[in-house]
């Protein structure tokens, strides 16, 4: 019996201690996100330091996003088209395909491709700084380390993911009508007028509210992680860089899963 | 050198992303009434069963506004439903509204079929002449067990 | 930069640090005067890097106090600390260069987001800067690209460019050969008489450190052993002090006996 209860009381102890942890984090970053963006005033060069920041979240994964969403559309198109055909509503293919791709599919899997491309680069980046006390040097010549390092990419986040998530949906609304019109029966008018009747202001104002909470938000953990990296106890150096790239990709990519179900919870 | 270089890309793609965004508000999303006047009208039906807030209004086909509201009439357990149509489109008081359906299992909307009373629709005002939604699964059960006739023949004793 | 009459340039009181239970600084006092180059002796493993971070605030001491020019750098002032911070360069041991900036783009981040400079004055500061440690052919090359001699100098010339009243030195010699440590001490000395800022050193290397200081410290155990002119450093009779000393030289000597036991081809 006593035995039995001091199990139970571990388990409580370590339930306890996780939940803190937890809590810890979730706050800490908050703080973090918070503290990047207040001192967004006190960087100079700002709009240098935005357009580099655009330039690698955007030019250099522009390759990804079109690749990504012509093959999107391209899939939807013909999945679709063979599920509709059984009742025989091919007609509504175009409906189907841009309603998806602009609800769900463009802003989710734009920023999973971003947050695979710029995302991991940059949480590597700053653990490489970090480990190299180039942070520590910034922070010793009074420069703001959040402001210089962390806020440009952020605000450029909310920049690029929204026209990111545009290109996605035009790319994957023009695969769908490769695979649904040029390649299998589906007459391309009937698609494009599905298309235009099917898509709403509202369904484009949550496409990109989710993009832009999606850049945000991913941006921003993986921005923490790779600051942190020093954080992590079980790993250092070379090893701990990895270690924080990663749990920035897994982090991020779990953090824009479930922020899009609730924004979709919100919408629908 | 460098720098100029990073402008011009930067430039570019941000070029490209407003016009894809332009694009996808002016050409894809144009599924919503665009902007301009609207009034509200009503309409009663025995049934508005896949009648939402946001379903199409269309006068021969062509989307004119979009449904506002579907309420229930607590006096004889009719569907009120309100639309919003748009402020340049007058309809003669004697309109015709159903529930209709775009293809087989589509969505469905409200068709307005105009009349020609000289009198027209006023905003608040409110439909009489309406067609129910057919119930596309018992007029489907109907048929499979073959008594279409009959049951309507009884529907109508009601 | 107000010259300041006040001659102590830092004054750290009863500084303690430890890291997890573990104390490393027991208690350090120490009085910087203004425009010397002091320098902090010990055997490697005493804490004299932490000692120096926590001086640069890139570690929180435990306890004890810190005075900049008099003014007390408590945990809570930042505005002290912002000022300290303005007015103090830090040249760390691992030089921390930003890798991904241009030595000339270095030697201009902290002008360019510290101060209200215009674009044609830092990069006229910069480049001084450069020039004077004759880095001038380097200016577009990645710190990568550079040797460590070079990079040692390129970090030098970040810490100077701010025109700074003190330097704290982490190890300014480590890792380079010993003709290579003499230039680095020469390079102080001769940088810290040009531009008149306080050096603070860390360092083990005895030898070069005698000769380029005007002061000398000893930091054993976490607490100061010794604090003196480099002549008395040599002549003292101090235990603590013969000791480290015997065993810099005996590892001098030791190391020449390997020479020669292993002529190199």
Redesign the interface.
């Known amino acids: 019996m006593g035995v039995f209860m001091s199990i139970i009381r571990l388990m409580l102890h370590w339930l306890g201690r996780r939940t803190l942890r937890v809590v810890f984090g979730v706050g800490d970053f908050s703080l973090f996100t918070g503290r990047s963006f207040l001192s967004l005033a006190q ?3 700002l709009a ?1 330091r935005i ?2 920041a ?2 690698e979240q ?2 250099v994964c ?1 390759p990804v996003i079109l690749i990504v969403g012509v093959f999107t559309g391209l899939v939807l198109g013909l999945q679709g088209y063979h599920v509709l055909s059984r ?3 091919q ?2 293919l175009g409906t189907l395909v ?1 309603l998806s791709l602009v609800r769900e599919m463009a802003p989710v899997l734009a920023s999973l491709m971003l947050i695979g491309q710029a995302g991991s680069a940059f949480a590597a ?1 700053l653990g ?2 970090r480990n ?3 942070i ?2 910034l ?5 703001n380390s959040h402001g ?1 390092l962390v806020a440009p990419r952020l605000v450029a986040a909310l ?2 993911f ?3 998530t ?2 996605f ?2 790319l994957g ?1 023009w695969g769908g009508s490769i695979s649904g019109s040029v390649l299998l029966g589906v007459d391309s008018g009937v698609y494009w007028s599905a ?10 104002q949550e496409c ?1 509210m989710k993009a832009a909470v999606f850049g945000l938000l991913s941006m921003s953990v993986c921005a923490y992680q790779g600051f942190h990296a020093d954080r992590n106890r079980s790993a250092v150096g070379a090893r701990a860089v990895s270690a924080c790239t990663t749990r920035a990709v897994v982090l991020s990519s779990i953090a824009v899963l479930v922020a899009d179900y609730i924004i979709s919870s919100f919408f629908v | 050198m460098k720098n100029t270089k990073l402008e011009l890309s930067v430039g570019l793609f941000v070029l490209l992303g407003i016009a894809a965004i332009a694009y996808l508000t002016i050409q894809v999303g144009t599924g919503a009434v665009g902007g301009g006047d609207t009034y509200l009208i009503e309409s009663r039906f025995t049934n508005a069963g896949g009648i939402h807030p946001g379903s199409s209004v269309m006068v021969a086909g062509v989307t004119v506004g979009r449904v506002e509201g579907v309420r229930i009439e607590p006096s004889d357990f009719s569907a009120i439903v309100a639309m919003r149509v748009l402020a340049g489109l007058q309809l003669p008081t004697d309109s015709m509204a159903s529930i209709k359906t775009t293809g087989l299992i589509g969505d469905k909307f409200v068709s307005l079929l105009p009349g020609a009373d000289a009198t027209f629709l006023k905003p608040g005002m409110r439909i009489t002449l309406t067609e129910s939604a057919i119930d596309l699964e018992s007029l489907i059960g109907r048929m499979a067990f073959g008594s279409v006739n009959q049951d309507k023949a009884e529907k109508e004793t009601k | 930069m107000e010259p300041s009459a006040y001659p102590v340039a830092l004054q750290v009181e009863c500084l303690q640090k430890g890291f997890n239970g573990k104390s490393v600084l027991r208690g350090v006092d120490l009085e910087v005067p203004r425009g010397s180059i002091f320098t902090v002796l010990g055997p490697s493993g005493t804490g004299k890097s932490v000692f120096l971070k926590c001086l640069a605030n890139i570690l929180q001491p435990d306890a004890g106090r810190i005075r900049f020019d008099g003014r007390d750098l408590g945990a809570g002032d930042s505005a002290a600390q912002d000022e300290f911070r303005r007015r103090c360069s830090f040249l760390f041991q691992s030089n921390a260069l930003f890798d991904s900036l241009t030595a000339l783009e270095n030697v201009a981040l902290p002008l360019e987001q510290t101060t209200t400079l215009g674009k044609l004055e830092i990069l006229n500061r910069s480049r001084d800067a450069l020039r004077q440690l004759e880095m001038e052919e380097f200016l577009d090359q990645y710190p990568a690209q550079l040797s460590g001699g070079m990079q040692k100098r390129l970090a030098l010339a970040r810490a100077i460019v701010t025109r700074p009243e003190l330097v704290l030195f982490d190890e300014p010699t480590a890792g380079l050969d010993p003709l290579r440590r003499n230039a680095v001490f020469a390079m102080i000395a001769k940088y810290q008489r040009h531009f008149n800022f306080t050096a603070l050193i860390v360092t083990h290397d005895v030898t070069e450190a005698l000769v380029a200081s005007d002061r000398v410290a000893l930091l054993n155990q976490g607490r100061i052993a010794f604090v003196g002119t480099p002549a008395e450093f040599s002549s003292s009779r101090n235990p603590v002090l013969s000791l480290f000393r015997d065993s810099a030289q005996a590892l001098g000597e030791s190391l020449t006996e390997i020479r020669r036991s292993h002529p190199t081809p």
């Open positions: 960087t100079k060069r240098t357009a580099r655009v330039h955007g030019t522009l009742f025989g509503s007609g509504l841009s980046e490489i700084q190299t006390e180039q520590a040097a922070e010793t010549m009074g420069v210089y920049i690029v929204p026209i990111q545009a290109l949906v035009i609304i298309v235009h009747r099917a898509v709403e202001a509202r369904d484009l990109f």
